[in-house]
C-alpha cells in the first residue's frame, strides 16, 4: 500500500482525488490518498512552499505527492518550476506529480455537453450552449465564469431557483471534476493528458 498526498488549492478540487485512484488501479499499485483541507493548514501561507511546509510540520510520511495548481496568466512551465522547486526542497523523499490546468481547472469541464446539462440538473434540456472547441478551451481567459454561464443556461432555471443554483456553483465544480470522463472531450486537452501521463509514469516507478 502507498501512501499518496494529494495538495489543491481550495476544497472543490479534491475531484482530482477520484482519479488519482483510478489511475493508480489501472497501474497495478494500491494506494490511500489524503487531502487535507488546506483552509485549516496551520499557515498563513497558501503557496505551494506554504502548503507543503504546513504539512511536513504537521508529519507523515509519503511515496508521492499530487500538487495541484492552474497556471493562470503564469503559464504552466511557471507553475512547474514552483511546484518542482517547493517539493525539492520540502519533500526530497517523495515523488512528485504535478497537476496544472491550463489556465484554470474548469478549462478541464466545460467541454462534455451531456454532464454539464446532468450537473445543472436538466439532462434532457435543448438549450443551446456556447461549447468552445477543445483547440480552444486552453485559450479562455475566464473559464470558470464560462462554466458557471454554461451551467446556468443548462439549467433553464429563472428568477430565485437560478440564483440558488448560482450559489452551489463551486459544490457542481466539484462534482464535476469527480465525475470527469477520462476518456471523454477532455482527453484532447494536452494539460490533462500531461497530469495523466506523469501521475501513470510515477506510479510506475514505485
Known amino acids: 500500500m502507498y501512501s499518496v498526498l494529494f495538495l489543491g ?6 475531484g ?7 489511475i493508480a488501479e489501472s497501474c497495478g499499485k494500491s494506494v ?3 487531502a487535507p483541507d ?10 505551494v512552499h506554504g502548503k507543503l511546509g ?21 503559464g504552466p512551465e511557471a507553475r512547474l518550476a514552483e511546484i518542482l522547486g517547493a517539493a525539492t526542497s520540502l519533500m526530497p523523499g517523495s515523488l ?7 489556465r484554470m481547472t474548469e478549462a478541464w469541464l466545460i467541454l462534455d455537453e451531456q454532464q454539464i446539462r446532468r450537473v445543472a440538473g436538466n439532462p434532457n434540456g435543448t438549450m443551446d450552449l456556447a461549447i468552445p472547441s477543445w483547440k480552444e478551451a486552453e485559450r479562455i481567459a475566464d473559464p470558470k465564469g464560462l462554466l458557471r454561464e454554461l451551467l446556468l443556461t443548462a439549467s433553464g432555471l429563472t428568477g430565485r431557483k437560478r440564483k440558488t443554483l448560482s450559489a452551489r456553483l463551486s459544490y457542481q465544480r466539484s462534482q ?8 471523454g472531450p ?3 486537452l494536452p494539460s490533462w493528458n500531461r497530469f495523466q501521463s506523469r501521475l501513470s509514469d510515477a506510479f510506475s516507478t514505485l
Open 9 to 14: 488549492e481550495g476544497p472543490s478540487d479534491r
Open 16 to 22: 482530482i482525488v477520484t482519479h488519482i485512484y483510478r
Open 32 to 34: 490511500i490518498v489524503t
Open 38 to 47: 488546506v483552509g485549516s493548514l496551520p499557515s498563513p501561507d497558501r503557496s
Open 54 to 74: 504546513s504539512i511536513r510540520e504537521i508529519g507523515g510520511e509519503y511515496d508521492l505527492v499530487v500538487i495541484h495548481r492552474d497556471a493562470d496568466r503564469d
Open 96 to 102: 512528485c506529480v504535478p497537476a496544472i490546468p491550463v
Open 176 to 183: 464535476m471534476l469527480e465525475t470527469l470522463d477520462p476518456d
Open 186 to 188: 477532455v482527453s484532447k
